[in-house]
Nanobody, 115 residues
């Protein structure tokens, strides 16, 4: 069983930065795929960034060059550094981890980009 808790969301002005954290309880291995997703009410959840099971990182087209994903396996933590934020980045951000056939999600953290 894995529990995920996101933190670091909030209100930020356009052009600003935020760093999201995802804390995992339970055993997470470097070979477990992990990622960040976001969702706006009425829209489907979309991928923001993630790590494949092989350790390669990937990004959604809308955040490439602005967001950076990282993880600290020793601390069971994953991060999302978000720079040059835009109003369209406003969403609830979720982290997830895939262990075998199971997918675990956190409860989400709200990010609002507004002046």
């Amino acid at each position: 069983q894995v529990q995920l808790v996101e933190s670091g969301g909030g209100l930020v002005q356009p052009g600003g930065s935020l760093r999201l954290s995802c804390a995992a309880s339970g055993t997470i291995f470097s070979g477990n795929a992990m990622g960040w997703y976001r969702q706006v009410p009425g829209m489907e959840r979309e991928v923001v960034a993630g790590f494949s099971s092989g350790g390669n990182s990937y990004y959604g087209n809308s955040v490439k060059g602005r967001f950076t994903i990282s993880r600290d396996n020793a601390k069971n933590m994953m991060y999302l550094q978000m720079n040059s934020l835009k109003p369209e980045d406003t969403a609830v951000y979720y982290c997830n981890v895939i262990k075998g056939f199971d997918i675990y999600w956190g409860q989400g953290t709200q990010v609002t980009v507004s002046s």
